[in-house]
């Protein structure tokens, strides 16, 4: 096992650690830094692991260091540290927006780095990320990278660091998309007269079960919506009033917003910060 060094000890690095953890990984070789002390003594207690409360001291025991700070933060912290790397740990990033051209500059260059956008459903283990690799990042380090994604669910690989901002557009900002209908089906069902909590309740398992069965199945979820969508029936009249308000097309522009202001966020703070 590598030791592994968090610095900041927000939502995603606890949910990192504490899934490592619960797959086996020894509580021993993870390591947590951040500057809020009393966060970092409530995951002590909670973890068993060690904490810090100096980046460089814990850059210096760590053979993976994942930055988990706050995007406007990070290029202060990666310029604390950038004397400090001599040997050279893998770095993994889940600082949303920030490319890893400019990470790799804030830390005096040529560093191993991974990009990932994570998502939300991590918290629970039901994660889904999407990571870029560097070209300095080898097999060895690449599979070690998917092993502490894994620990909250599971790792999609890009070859371009363009389609990070696809994948943001997906899965980084997609659990909003889906509370969204989730929020618009409760009041629907309200509105036909279900009480609130029958009506919440009737469309979060919904969406549960239909997506563990959409991954469970083999078929695409084109033709689970086909085969549940009789001619005439209710379904279908629900679809069809969908495609006539153009459903799709309103997904579309939406994940396209998305992509694009990803990309802007991506260029103002390369160009803002840390120059």
């Known amino acids: 096992m590598q030791k592994i060094g968090f610095i900041g000890a927000g939502n995603m690095a606890y949910a990192l ?11 021993d070789f993870i390591k947590i830094s951040d500057v809020n002390k009393a966060l970092l003594s409530q ?5 068993g692991v060690e904490i810090f409360d100096n980046n460089i001291a814990l850059a210096s025991a760590s053979e993976i260091l994942i930055l988990a700070v706050k995007p406007q933060n990070l290029a202060q912290v990666c310029q604390e540290l950038s004397s400090n790397l001599e040997q050279k740990p893998l770095i993994i990033s ?10 790799d500059r804030w830390l005096g260059g040529n560093q191993a780095l ?13 994660g889904i990320s999407g990571a870029f690799a560097n070209n ?25 660091e363009n389609l990070i901002n696809a994948v ?33 309740k009737l469309s979060i398992q919904t969406a549960l079960g239909s997506a563990v069965m959409a991954s469970k199945s083999s078929d695409s979820p084109k033709v689970l919506r086909e085969k549940v969508s009789s001619p005439g029936g209710t379904t279908q009249a629900a679809i069809n009033s969908f495609q006539q308000q ?30």
């Open 136 to 160: 300095l990042v080898n097999a060895q380090q690449k599979s070690a990278a998917t092993t502490i994604l894994n620990a909250i669910g599971e790792c999609v690989w890009v070859e371009n």
């Open 114 to 126: 991974v990009r990932v956008m994570p998502n939300t459903p991590a918290l629970v283990g039901q």
């Open 17 to 27: 650690a504490s899934g490592l953890i619960s797959n086996g990984y020894g509580k």
């Open 43 to 47: 995951i002590n207690t909670q973890l």
């Open 94 to 103: 889940i600082a949303a927006g920030v490319k890893s051209i400019d990470i």
């Open 246 to 275: 153009n459903f799709e097309q309103i997904v579309s522009a939406a994940m396209l917003a998305a992509f694009d202001r990803a990309k802007e966020i991506g260029d103002e703070i390369g160009d803002e910060i840390g120059k």
């Open 168 to 200: 943001t557009a997906v899965s980084g900002s997609g659990p909003a998309y889906f509370f969204l209908m989730l929020e618009a089906m409760t009041k629907a069902g309200v509105d036909l007269g279900l009480e609130q909590a029958a009506a919440e």
